[in-house]
T-cell receptor
């Protein structure tokens, strides 16, 4: 039973434009959300996170938005760069669940020059 | 800090053979996780340890899978006998108890023919 869902397996965007990645979750106990980025033949690396007490967190070109009522979060990348081409995983965690991370299936982003 | 170290990077084995994947977590990290990445389900948690003790193995697919952590610096994931459907990338990750973020290894790509 997937508690974290990324319904778009892939996204293609032109360099310089905005990339928007979406993620939905079902477990209302999740209190912390993260995005990981993964290049081929490497492990996922932490990108950005947001606590459930916030609705927005920004770090340079990356912004994560959280809508708790809709159980939805999104990652915005502005502007998109060729080096952003990777697989992006959405993850969620609950303190009462020992902070285990539940991941979505991932979205492959391709930034076209 | 060398990060989370996994070995081997690639493993090709014949159906029915035993396979052992190895992981060295980051020193000082008291949690260790084994994940499996597949196209359909993304990153699935198989099992995790806290202070070398298995806490939750509900994600282990079946009795053919077993994991051990004999000390704080080493863990193994064993599949016996292996089957073609076990082909995937297996990741090990570690973290401290005070952090939501995990550090992943580079993964082991397992191919069972």
């Amino acid at each position: 039973d997937q508690q974290v869902k990324q319904n778009s397996p892939s996204l293609s965007v032109q360099e310089g434009r905005i990339s928007i990645l979406n993620c939905d979750y079902t477990n209302s106990m999740f209190d912390y959300f993260l995005w990981y980025k993964k290049y081929p033949a490497e492990g996922p690396t932490f990108l950005i996170s947001i606590s459930s007490i916030k609705d927005k967190n920004e770090d340079g070109r990356f912004t994560v938005f959280l809508n708790k009522s809709a159980k939805h979060l999104s990652l915005h990348i502005v502007p998109s760069q060729p080096g952003d081409s990777a697989v992006y995983f959405c993850a969620a965690s609950a303190m009462i669940n020992d902070y285990k991370l539940s991941f979505g299936a991932g979205t492959t982003v391709t930034v076209r020059a | 800090d060398a990060g989370v170290i996994q070995s081997p990077r690639h493993e090709v084995t014949e159906m029915g053979q035993e396979v052992t994947l190895r992981c060295k977590p980051i020193s000082g990290h008291d949690y260790l996780f084994w994940y499996r990445q597949t196209m359909m389900r993304g990153l699935e948690l198989l099992i995790y340890f806290n202070n070398n003790v298995p806490i939750d193995d509900s994600g282990m697919p079946e009795d053919r899978f077993s994991a051990k952590m004999p000390n704080a610096s080493f863990s193994t994931l064993k599949i016996q006998p292996s089957e073609p459907r076990d082909s995937a990338v297996y990741f090990c990750a570690s973290r401290t108890g005070r952090s939501y973020g995990y550090t992943f290894g580079s993964g082991t790509r397992l191919t069972v023919v």
